[in-house]
């Protein structure tokens, strides 16, 4: 009997694969034994160790459909491919009066069209192969609001739609399509965050945001990772059309 959730032979695309989450995927699915094309707006150099046989980057900028539609060519190019995992995104911080029209639709270029990029150049493939698994990385946010995201928010909302509308219209090319919708991770982006908006106030502005989820801290990458695996692996292959939360609690627990 073959190992659990192994992706052994597989084909995995990962965007925003340089660091943070993305990075975490990366490494849990060449640990399951897929080869990664990885597909970041950041230079090579910036992803620390990369294995050489199972790790191609590219640099690309996924809000540019020309740039996506040729590079997801040449990775099928190599053979089909098998995962998709939707990952990168950026974020910014404000209400409705705060967001300027240039930075509402930066982050929608990115986080909305960019999966829509995405998403038909990798389908279009799946659909003459003969099936695939994707997964979109949303956010508790996709379904609740906190103070001071408009733009974000609003672009994380998208996100579970197209998920489910992807599920829908590929299920019978057998395209599974689910999303993950983390909680506050702690990966570089949160200690940038905070060192650049709470200056000589890190550590106590690391534990609020931590103990504002129930379980009492923030999400490790790994544990995004592991769940993106299961979506991904042939163990899932009863699941799609869903959305799964991974949130300490934030979600749906209030503790007072």
């Not at 974000?152 to 599974?176: E, F, N, Q, W």
Request: with cysteine; charged share 20%.
């Amino acid at each position: 009997m073959g190992a659990k959730f192994s992706l052994s032979g597989k084909h995995a695309v990962v965007t925003g694969g340089a660091n943070g989450i993305g990075k975490a995927i990366v490494e849990n699915f060449v640990e399951a034994g897929a080869k990664l094309f990885v597909l970041d707006i950041l230079k090579e150099d910036a992803y620390d160790n990369p294995a050489p046989d199972e790790v191609q980057y590219f640099q690309c900028n996924i809000g540019d459909t020309v740039a996506v539609r040729e590079t997801f060519d040449q990775i099928h190019n190599q053979g089909r491919i098998d995962i998709l995992v939707n990952n990168a995104g950026i974020a910014h911080v404000g209400n409705v009066e705060d967001t300027d029209e240039e930075d509402f639709v930066r982050v929608m270029q990115v986080n909305v069209f960019g999966m829509y990029h995405c998403l038909k150049a990798c389908v279009t493939h799946m659909k003459a192969d003969g099936g695939g698994a994707i997964v979109n990385i949303a956010s508790t946010l996709s379904s609740m609001a906190i103070p001071n995201r408009f733009a974000y928010c609003t672009s994380k909302g998208a996100v579970l739609p197209m998920t489910y509308s992807v599920a829908l219209d590929y299920i019978d090319y057998g395209i599974r399509c689910n999303a993950i919708s983390p909680g506050r991770v702690h990966t570089p982006f949160v200690d940038g965050f905070i060192a650049r908006n709470y200056p000589g106030r890190e550590k106590e502005m690391f534990e609020k945001l931590s103990t504002d989820h129930p379980i009492g801290r923030m999400a490790k990458p790994s544990e995004i990772a592991d769940m993106a695996l299961y979506l991904c692996s042939d163990e899932a292959a009863f699941v799609t059309g869903s959305n799964h939360s991974i949130d300490g609690g934030f979600t749906h627990l209030v503790r007072n």
